[in-house]
Structures are given as structure tokens and as C-alpha cells.
């Protein structure tokens, strides 16, 4: 069965900063996707970055970038010059090729950015 | 481009009432998907619908769950008889078919439903 972990329940950085978010996954397919979303104060959840397993570049969008490390079975979210929005809850996602659509997520980490 | 809609965005009921939740995906989304979020924890999946056919229905309480997406557009998500432990955050999001390569999910707002 899937199971994503998010070991940090909370990370507290300064603006500017470069943090890092650690994601660990267990699937038996060899074939599967991860996502991150964040999850706003207000509640919305909003899709940031994926990377798809066979895909050996690791994704970057914007100031996230993704350390894919497949032998780990980890998928890390770096946020490179944190802003204060960036305060909010990252979730871990994943979805694997043969159990259909369905998405398990991890815990989530809490990020707070201080100016 | 609208993203998901969701309404109620909060609702407050006593044990034993029923409640119905609305979505309305993004338009061209074939794929709707119902999650449960519990306070300080990821959203789980309930069910999730390809056009208007349920394809897993598994983690849905049957009993006193169900949802509905008849014309494979818009969908409905009721609990009857609400319990306590009902209380979370119930999310739907859209996406276009898994396996495109653009199946990303997208999510709504989320109704918050508090049960007394």
C-alpha cells in the first residue's frame, strides 16, 4: 500500500532564506507521480511543483525546485529566497500508475517565514 | 479561467441533521475528486468520479455518505445523519484524465463543516 511521510511537523526560517522540506514515500509500482501543494491560512490548497518518476531532471518552477531521490524513495521541496506568503502548509503528494487517480497525502510540514 | 467552485464554505449542524455540499470542476475536467480533511492532517480521498461513473467509491461511509455527478459535470457530496465525527474540512478538486501526462488536481475552496 502507498504511504507518504512528512517527518517535519514545522520549520521556522527567515525571509530570504533558502529551506528545504523533506518528503518520504513507500509504492510498490514502478511507476508513479508526486506532487506539492500548499495549503493557505485561508484554507486553499494550491498546486506548486511535480515530478513524474521516470523523469531523471529534477522539476523546477519559479523559486521551488525538487530534490528527487529516487534509491530514497525521497522527494524534498526547496524554496530558494523565502517571501513572508510563503508561510503556509506544504503537503506531499503522491500518485501511483496503477491505483488509478487516487492522490495520498503526507501530514503536512508548517512553514513560517519571520521577516 | 474559473478554477473549482465549492459551496456552502461553512456549514454548522447538530448530530443527526444532513447536509449536501456543491462543486463545480474546472471546465473540461473529466476527473472530480471528493476529499475529507481532518483538522491538522492531508486530505483523504472519498471518492472521485470519471465523467458521471463513480470509479472508487471505497473510502466512502456508505451508510451515511454519498455523492452524485449525473451529468459529469457538477457534483454532490450529502452526509446524512452528521455525527461528530464528521467534522473537517471536505475539499473537491478536478483534473483531466490520469495517465495524460496533465492530470494534476486541482482544488476548490472547501466547505468547513462543523457538526455540534
Known amino acids: 500500500a502507498q504511504k507518504v511521510t512528512q517527518t517535519q511537523t514545522s520549520i521556522s526560517v527567515m525571509e530570504k532564506t533558502t529551506v528545504t522540506m523533506d518528503c518520504v514515500y513507500e509504492t510498490q509500482d514502478s511507476s508513479y507521480f508526486l506532487f506539492w501543494y500548499k495549503q493557505t491560512a485561508s484554507g486553499e490548497i494550491v498546486f506548486l511543483i511535480r515530478q513524474d518518476s521516470y523523469k531523471k531532471e529534477n522539476a523546477t518552477v519559479g523559486h521551488y525546485s525538487l530534490n528527487f531521490q529516487k534509491p530514497k524513495s525521497s522527494i524534498g521541496l526547496i524554496i530558494t529566497a523565502t517571501q513572508i506568503e510563503d508561510s503556509a502548509v506544504y503537503f506531499c503528494?503522491?500518485?501511483?500508475?496503477?491505483?488509478?487517480?487516487?492522490?495520498?497525502f503526507g501530514g503536512g510540514t508548517r512553514l513560517t517565514v519571520r521577516p | 479561467e474559473a478554477g473549482v467552485t465549492q459551496s456552502p464554505r461553512y456549514a454548522v449542524l447538530q448530530e443527526g441533521q444532513a447536509v449536501s455540499f456543491w462543486c463545480d470542476p474546472i471546465?473540461?475536467?473529466?476527473?472530480l475528486y471528493w476529499y475529507q480533511q481532518p483538522r491538522d492532517q492531508g486530505p483523504q480521498l472519498l471518492v472521485y468520479f470519471r465523467d458521471e461513473a463513480v470509479i472508487d467509491n471505497s473510502q466512502l461511509p456508505s451508510d451515511r455518505f454519498s455523492a452524485v455527478r449525473p451529468k459529469g459535470t457538477n457534483s454532490t457530496l450529502k452526509i446524512q445523519s452528521a455525527k461528530q465525527g464528521d467534522t473537517a474540512t471536505y475539499l473537491c478538486?478536478?483534473?483531466?484524465?490520469w495517465g495524460t501526462g496533465q492530470d494534476t488536481q486541482y482544488f476548490g475552496p472547501g466547505t468547513r463543516l462543523l457538526v455540534l
Open positions: 478538486a478536478s483534473s483531466l484524465h
Open positions: 471546465s473540461g475536467h473529466d476527473t
Open positions: 503528494a503522491m500518485r501511483e500508475n496503477n491505483a488509478g487517480a487516487k492522490l495520498t
